[in-house]
């Protein structure tokens, strides 16, 4: 059973495009977030959402958004998608009260041509 | 704001030996929890060791243990008897400890590379 599942894992697109990457997790989480990943390997927090609301965006681009459609899905829409939005997203989940691990999904390489 | 800082952009180590990766952060905060994270080529993100900062005995995972200095803000990994297995890109994070759930705040990652 996996955990945390992204789909897809990989996403190949061009500039000015725009696409979604899904993120479900199964383990019964209240909080899940995403972070991206650039290409020096960064990782750096993006959104969290916390039983379907947001609780923290980070200075991102309105051209990003997340849905969560439920406590156990948390997607993220993109717009207008430009060159240095290639990068790898993961999705992550947690349980309030437990011990705060984070269960990361597989993650999303998306390249932008 | 917190922030994480490991210094050692790569590292190598032999093929049963020992190597300690570095990490400091910077805080404000008291009650927190740090977390070291392997990352193999696979990409999945994996958990290494957690340790919360009320605790002063150090972590240990089996080959893994990490040296917490709570004063000093310096969370250290050692790795003994390294493996192949263990090549990957390790990231030290930091998490606030308050009412709800925070995000990671990662450090830029050390590059580990086991040589048989």
């Known amino acids: 059973d996996t955990a945390v599942s992204q789909t897809p894992k990989y996403l190949v697109t061009q500039m000015g495009n725009d696409k979604s990457i899904k993120c479900e997790q199964n383990?019964?989480?209240?909080?899940m977030y995403w972070y991206k990943q650039d290409s020096k390997k960064f990782l750096k927090i993006m959104f969290s959402?916390?039983?379907?609301?947001?609780?923290i965006n980070e200075t991102v681009p309105n051209r990003f958004s997340p849905k969560s459609p439920d406590k156990a899905h948390l997607n993220l829409h993109i717009n207008s998608l430009e060159l240095g939005d290639s990068a790898v997203y993961f999705c992550?989940?947690?349980?309030?009260?437990?011990?705060?691990?984070?269960?990361f999904g597989p993650g999303t390489r998306l390249t932008v041509t | 704001a917190q922030t994480v800082t490991q210094s050692q952009p790569e590292m190598s180590v032999q093929e049963a030996e020992t190597v300690t990766l570095s990490c400091t952060y910077d805080?404000?905060?008291?009650?927190?929890?740090l977390f070291w994270y392997k990352q193999p080529p696979s990409r999945q993100m994996i958990l290494v060791i957690r340790?919360?900062?009320?605790?002063?005995q150090n972590a240990t995972e089996n080959r893994f243990s990490v040296n917490f200095q709570k004063a000093a803000k310096s969370f250290s990994l050692k790795i003994s008897d390294s493996q192949l297995g263990d090549t990957a890109m390790y990231f030290c994070a930091f998490m606030k400890h308050v009412a709800g759930n925070t995000p990671l705040v990662f450090g830029k990652g050390t590059r580990l590379s086991v040589i048989a």
């Open positions: 959402y916390n039983n379907k609301e947001l609780i």
């Open positions: 805080t404000s905060e008291n009650n927190y929890y």
């Open positions: 992550a989940s947690s349980q309030l009260g437990t011990d705060y691990e984070q269960y």
């Open positions: 340790q919360e900062a009320y605790k002063q």
């Open positions: 383990l019964g989480h209240d909080t």
